[in-house]
């Protein structure tokens, strides 16, 4: 969170590792998927708002808590009543609103994280952000509802044709065929998963869209590979 070291997802903002100093960091698993998906269409045609709602694998939590969701799971099948250990309430057949702990706004620190990186690495400042984090029942790979609006009128079809051809960007984008981003198929991979593209209907210059990718790979051991590999191969060592 120190304004004067930015996160970096080399995809997107490589430019920024040659200007540190002597600290790079990774960023949150969440923020970093979101800008390799959102830094194409600002720079095509600026960016206004970004609302995000994110559904989180537990394994972003840790080893204990993908146990804690395969036993809650076993229990509730045999009938027994989830006892929650690593988290507030049962994670089990369940959706928990709650990643992190709560400020006075109503926002939690994964929240605030999130919108704050995704300023940093987007490079506007005052970008209007808002999230909102949620834990699901899924062991890996965090998926989010993303909404924006844009400075210029952009067709769901142009960012398609945008996103396919971002680099770490696979377009999963035909929903009549149910072909659309899912944390099953993005396990294990290193790219960001985009789909369900579409125009927002509430607001002229809105597109909506899924984000999905492995939280453990592209949201933290890919991305900081993917640093260590710009840091030789550009000679910034």
Known sequence: MDPSVPPVAPEE???????LNAIITNPNWLAAPLVVALKPILNAAG????????????SGTGTAAVEELLTQSRGYLDGREPE???????IAFNVLPHIDTFDESGYTGEERKVAAECRKMLGIPDLPV???CVRV?????????VHIETRDKLSAQHVRELLMAAPGVILQD??????????RDAT????????RIR??????????MWVVSDNLRKGAATNAVQIAESLVTKGWL
């Not at 903002?13 to 200007?19: F, G, L, P, S």
């Not at 609302?51 to 694998?57: E, G």
């Open 13 to 19: 903002t490589e430019e920024d590792i040659e200007v």
């Open 47 to 58: 960016l206004e708002r970004v609302v995000v709602s994110s559904y989180q694998a537990v």
């Open 84 to 90: 929650p250990a690593v988290y507030p309430q049962p």
């Open 130 to 132: 808002s999230a909102t």
């Open 137 to 145: 029942p899924v062991v890996q790979a965090h998926s989010a509802s």
């Open 174 to 183: 035909e929903p009549m065929h149910g072909v659309y981003p899912l944390p």
């Open 188 to 195: 294990g991979s290193d790219e960001v998963f985009v789909g």
């Open 199 to 208: 125009e927002d209907t509430s607001h002229p210059r809105g597109i909506a």
